[in-house]
């Protein structure tokens, strides 16, 4: 598998489609397709820090996130702070990973400037 791959893929709704939750191997798999991206210890989410030069850069790339993330019907929990915005994505309706998490990591990674 590789970053392309997912690149090519769409997230799929979760809500009672039987998607299965990552273990800790297939998790290791996608962590390594997606740059700079962290792998909770428990295995539940995955994060990632971007820093801006000011409050406005942090803001617009907010914004690009949710434009991504409202194509993709899956949506990332989203910190601000002044210039840094740190995005934890995780499964909600699983209670864990899933393929949509790396999917849409890999997307904000490849279409928004930072």
């Known amino acids: 598998m590789s970053k392309n791959n997912l690149l090519k893929k769409m997230c ?5 489609r039987g998607i299965k939750l990552l273990d800790r191997a297939s998790a290791m798999e996608y962590i ?3 740059s700079e991206w962290t792998l ?9 820090e971007y820093k ?10 907010v914004n690009n996130v949710a434009e991504i993330a ?5 949506h990332p929990d ?7 915005v740190l995005l934890k994505l995780s499964t909600h309706a699983i209670g864990g990973l899933s393929e949509n998490d790396f999917i849409l ?3 904000i990674d ?3 400037a930072y």
Do not use: L, M, P
Request: aromatic share 8%; net charge neutral.
């Open 32 to 34: 390594a397709q997606v």
């Open 110 to 112: 490849a279409q928004c």
């Open 78 to 84: 989203i910190h601000i702070h002044y210039n840094k």
């Open 105 to 107: 990591a890999a997307k």
């Open 52 to 61: 801006f030069k000011d409050f406005i850069g942090a803001i617009n790339f």
């Open 70 to 74: 409202e194509r993709e019907g899956h």
């Open 12 to 16: 799929v709704a979760c809500e009672g």
């Open 40 to 48: 909770s210890e428990d295995v539940k989410q995955i994060s990632k």
